[in-house]
């Protein structure tokens, strides 16, 4: 028996800066190729179902980049929202942003909300953008909302937190897909992929396709997912 079309996907977009550089283009161009295979993604994910796609699309730490690639980078991003954004209209697509969003520059925070606020009521795959992201961080912010909130300790189990963290209800990633080769999750959704199957691709994001994506998901399928029980073979 095979597992069935995962509900949610989650990838760590890595490898645009090797890419550009491995085909002497400059980094910028490095991300702009790898928006245009996230927009092939999604529309993908939508087509065969799958309800949940969760894109890492800036961490807190990258913020230690030099400033000349994070604002070329911004204006990448408002670029996109501007001119390129249209596919979550065509394709019924949800724009979910999680992260710090506020502690963005303010044009990106306007356009992130209107597209937001624009595509709420569709009923296509939710596309959850994890802009200013960081796992460690959404575990303090959802702390702090708990708090907030009045919570007492007894009250605080997992679906509690569940509830109060950035996606309260979106099921955990049943696949993680990491590109770029290499084996480590970045501080990315880290309460909520306890128990999420990670794959690694060696391709580069802007190198990597839908039969990539497809061949990732049917790999998937095959696996025998214990969730710390016994097999189902045993």
Avoid at 79 to 85: A, E, G, R, T, V
């Amino acid at each position: 028996m095979s597992n069935p079309l995962p509900e949610h996907i989650a990838i760590i977009m890595d490898g645009n800066r090797t890419w550009a550089k491995n085909n002497n283009f400059s980094t910028i161009k490095g991300h702009e190729r790898g928006l245009d295979v996230a927009k092939e993604i999604c529309i993908y994910s939508n087509e065969i179902g799958v309800k949940n796609l969760t894109l890492y699309a800036f961490s807190i730490q990258n913020w230690t980049r030099p400033k000349i690639e994070i604002d070329s980078l911004f204006n990448l991003f408002i670029d996109f929202f501007d001119n390129k954004s249209e596919f979550f209209h065509e394709h019924n697509l949800v724009f979910n942003p999680i992260g710090r969003i506020n502690d963005l520059p303010k044009p990106i925070v306007e356009k992130v909300n209107a597209l937001k606020s624009a595509t709420k009521d569709n009923i296509g795959s939710c596309i959850n953008v994890a802009i200013n992201y960081g796992g460690r961080e959404e575990i303090i912010d959802t702390t702090r909302k708990l708090i907030e909130k009045g919570f007492s300790l007894e009250e605080i189990d997992e679906d509690v937190f569940k509830n109060n963290s950035y996606l309260p209800i979106t099921p955990d990633p049943e696949l993680l897909i990491r590109t770029a080769g290499h084996s480590r999750v970045s501080n990315f959704l880290m309460w909520h992929i306890a128990y999420s199957e990670i794959e690694i691709s060696n391709k580069l994001w802007p190198e990597f396709t839908k039969i990539d994506f497809q061949e990732s998901i049917e790999r998937y399928k095959l696996i025998d997912r214990k969730f710390g029980g016994s097999s189902k073979n045993d």
